[in-house]
């Protein structure tokens, strides 16, 4: 297999670090703690981040231990934040990792030797101990992730030769996230999260989502109705209809969750729109939060396939 690009970071285990660490893999989203001036507009394949090792040691030393590490998919470019979103972050009410990328967690590989027993080449785990003398600032590597690939059970997709290899998700399962803490107490104010939250700061970003996309269609010359499930707007416009299903998060926009009602109809029905807004801004306390900003992501005549969803909930049948 050819090269695949990979960024190696190393993550603290203070608990400010582990709590982002958790934060991250639930809401699809990396940052790093200043603007990285060579990683802008540019694109990597995958993310690893690693974690339970102390860095401040030899080559040598580091080689001979193990690590928990978790594969991501890259998910666009670099870009930067304009909002807070980490937990240090909201409790500070300002921006500390503006340098941001979308991640969509693959697998976690506990215990993994660092050596040449691993699945990592030597450039590769010495760029995570470098990363971790670095503040967390991601250390980019190439390498054959045959490998690596290997130990984690998947098989790439290569849409043409020299494509970067994309692992689909049906393939994966979904990643267990550390435990986080549980948040201080005298925090006074607070962003959204991705994919858990307070339900008033969850219902805060979706229906900003849902107002960005109505003004976008209105603006566009449709008449627009709201209908909830299972889809959440009705365009009509001369006699044609579209339907929209609008999505939104604080995080990267990577992966969203669907309801199986909103898969099939969107299967089903011939013009279906994903409307996506990622970046929200969130402000305030429950039960009164503000939401604003966001940057749109819209995949029109959008249906979803097997490869790209993953199972995260089952329905358990009682057994009588």
């Not at 993550?11 to 809401?27: C, H, I, K, W």
């Not at 102390?54 to 193990?66: A, K, Q």
């Not at 990577?254 to 309801?259: C, D, F, H, I």
């Given at each position: 297999?050819?090269?695949?690009?990979?960024?190696?970071?190393?993550?603290?285990?203070?608990?400010?670090?582990?709590?982002?660490?958790?934060?991250?893999?639930?809401?699809?989203?990396?940052?790093?703690?200043?603007?990285?001036?060579?990683?802008?507009?540019?694109?990597?394949?995958?993310?690893?981040?690693?974690?339970?090792?102390?860095?401040?040691?030899?080559?040598?030393?580091?080689?001979?231990?193990?690590?928990?590490?978790?594969?991501?998919?890259?998910?666009?470019?670099?870009?930067?934040?304009?909002?807070?979103?980490?937990?240090?972050?909201?409790?500070?009410?300002?921006?500390?990792?503006?340098?941001?990328?979308?991640?969509?967690?693959?697998?976690?590989?506990?215990?993994?030797?660092?050596?040449?027993?691993?699945?990592?080449?030597?450039?590769?785990?010495?760029?995570?101990?470098?990363?971790?003398?670095?503040?967390?600032?991601?250390?980019?590597?190439?390498?054959?992730?045959?490998?690596?690939?290997?130990?984690?059970?998947?098989?790439?997709?290569?849409?043409?030769?020299?494509?970067?290899?994309?692992?689909?998700?049906?393939?994966?399962?979904?990643?267990?996230?550390?435990?986080?803490?549980?948040?201080?107490?005298?925090?006074?104010?607070?962003?959204?999260?991705?994919?858990?939250?307070?339900?008033?700061?969850?219902?805060?970003?979706?229906?900003?989502?849902?107002?960005?996309?109505?003004?976008?269609?209105?603006?566009?010359?449709?008449?627009?109705?709201?209908?909830?499930?299972?889809?959440?707007?009705?365009?009509?416009?001369?006699?044609?209809?579209?339907?929209?299903?609008?999505?939104g998060t604080t995080g990267a926009p990577t992966s969203?969750?669907?309801?199986?009602?909103?898969?099939?109809?969107?299967?089903?029905?011939?013009?279906?729109?994903?409307?996506?807004?990622?970046?929200?801004?969130?402000?305030?306390?429950?039960?009164?939060?503000?939401?604003?900003?966001?940057?749109?992501?819209?995949?029109?005549?959008?249906?979803?396939?097997?490869?790209?969803?993953?199972?995260?909930?089952?329905?358990?049948?009682?057994?009588?």
């Amino acid at each position: 297999m050819a090269k695949a690009s990979f960024l190696m970071v190393h993550v603290s285990q203070s608990t400010t670090g582990q709590d982002n660490l958790a934060f991250g893999l639930e809401t699809r989203s990396w940052g790093f703690p200043s603007r990285i001036e060579e990683y802008a507009g540019t694109r990597m394949d995958f993310v690893i981040l690693g974690t339970g090792v102390n860095p401040r040691v030899d080559l040598g030393v580091w080689l001979s231990d193990t690590i928990d590490l978790y594969v991501c998919q890259a998910v666009g470019i670099v870009y930067e934040g304009t909002a807070p979103h980490w937990p240090d972050e909201t409790d500070e009410q300002r921006v500390k990792y503006p340098t941001r990328l979308g991640i969509e967690p693959l697998a976690k590989l506990t215990n993994t030797p660092l050596g040449p027993a691993g699945s990592l080449p030597l450039a590769a785990s010495d760029a995570i101990r470098r990363s971790g003398l670095h503040r967390g600032f991601g250390k980019p590597v190439q390498f054959d992730p045959d490998k690596l690939f290997k130990l984690m059970g998947v098989t790439p997709k290569l849409s043409y030769a020299d494509s970067a290899p994309i692992i689909p998700l049906n393939q994966t399962r979904p990643v267990q996230v550390p435990t986080r803490p549980k948040p201080r107490r005298n925090v006074k104010h607070g962003t959204g999260t991705g994919r858990q939250s307070d339900p008033r700061k969850r219902e805060a970003v979706e229906r900003h989502a849902v107002d960005l996309a109505i003004q976008h269609y209105r603006q566009a010359g449709w008449t627009v109705e709201e209908v909830g499930k299972p889809y959440d707007l009705r365009l009509t416009k001369a006699g044609a209809e579209r339907r929209v299903e609008v999505k939104g998060t604080t995080g990267a926009p990577t992966s969203v969750e669907l309801t199986a009602n909103e898969v099939q109809h969107a299967r089903e029905f011939p013009e279906v729109d994903l409307f996506v807004v990622s970046d929200i801004t969130v402000m305030g306390i429950t039960p009164n939060f503000t939401a604003s900003g966001g940057t749109t992501t819209l995949l029109p005549d959008w249906e979803p396939a097997d490869e790209d969803l993953r199972p995260t909930r089952f329905e358990y049948r009682i057994p009588s």
